[in-house]
């Protein structure tokens, strides 16, 4: 077996390149990330927070969670 390290994308989402051309520590593809902890000033990635609450009331209250799925919302005005 063969181990493989993906170091996480500190330079961030970097769209101008090919596959095999992308520069170090980018990603073509990056979705609510951020590089850096903000509670703990450390370089290690973590999820940015989302702008507002979606939902009021708790998915799974006391119950496993057994599958999940992608929502998109948009809101037309």
Do not use: C, H
Request: aromatic letters at 10%; glycine letters at 6%.
């Amino acid at each position: 077996m063969r181990t493989i390290d993906y170091p996480f994308p500190l330079k961030g989402k970097d769209e101008n390149w090919s596959v095999s051309k992308q520069p170090p520590l980018t990603s073509p593809n990056l979705v609510n990330v951020r590089p850096y902890d903000v509670q703990s000033n450390r370089a290690r990635g973590g999820q940015r927070p989302g702008l507002e609450i979606l939902f009021t009331w708790a998915a799974a209250t006391g119950q496993p969670v057994l599958a999940m799925a992608q929502i998109t919302v948009t809101t037309y005005v």
